[in-house]
């Protein structure tokens, strides 16, 4: 296994993470291969070498929208609005 560190910056980690830590087991069960762990601002990620940059991506991608609009809509995990294309970039519709 690989590990990847991400450090969040710009981000509230409560926002992010989400009260009672909802929205990062959310995030954890969308990759149910690869192993996430969360410690203040920091999130490493373990994965095999084929899986983990798109994971990491992926993350990136969602601290982005969450530094753009601090904060995760609800609905936000819902995979009828949130997806990946095949490119790995983050699009909401």
């Known amino acids: ?3 990847k560190l991400i450090l969040l910056e710009g981000v509230d980690p409560i926002v ?3 009260s009672n830590n909802v929205n990062f087991d959310k995030i954890t ?4 291969h690869v192993k996430i762990v969360a410690r203040g601002n920091e999130i490493k990620i373990f994965a095999e070498e084929g899986e ?3 994971v990491f991506e992926k993350i990136i991608y969602m601290i982005d929208y969450c530094k753009k609009y601090k904060n995760f809509p609800d609905d936000v995990f819902d995979w009828y609005k ?3 294309d095949k490119f790995g970039r983050f699009d909401y519709f």
């Open 1 to 3: 296994m690989i590990e």
């Open 16 to 18: 992010f993470f989400g």
């Open 29 to 32: 069960s969308l990759f149910p």
């Open 52 to 54: 983990i940059n798109a």
């Open 82 to 84: 949130w997806r990946f």
